[in-house]
């Protein structure tokens, strides 16, 4: 069984910055990938951000240049640093690892950006 941690959310003003922090612990696993994800009220599900094993990154389009994921593979960790915050980043915001035997999700945690 794996469980995954996510800190870092809380309530910002337009412009400001969060970081979100994840935390794995539990089985041993081997990490194919970790993600960011978020979901807003009314709306489905969407990945911000992605990084494999091999420190590889993708982004989504509304977050590209705002936002950076990183990783620490000894701690097994993923971060998200988010910049700029607009209102319309404020969702609940998940973490999900990936590993060889399934997939697994935080259990969030709200990020609002007042205008």
């Known amino acids: 069984q794996v469980q995954l941690v996510e800190s870092g959310g809380g309530l910002v003003q337009a412009g400001g910055s969060l970081r979100l922090s994840c935390a794995a612990s539990g089985s041993s696993f081997v990490i194919n990938y970790m993600a960011w994800y978020r979901q807003a009220p009314g709306k489905q599900r969407e990945l911000l951000a992605l990084i494999t094993s091999g420190g590889g990154t993708n982004y989504a389009d509304s977050v590209k240049g705002r936002f950076t994921i990183s990783r620490d593979n000894a701690k097994n960790t993923v971060n998200l640093q988010m910049n700029s915050l607009k209102p319309e980043d404020t969702a609940v915001y998940y973490c999900?690892?990936?590993?060889?035997?399934?997939?697994?999700w935080g259990q969030g945690t709200q990020v609002t950006v007042s205008s």
């Open positions: 999900r690892l990936n590993t060889a035997v399934g997939g697994f």
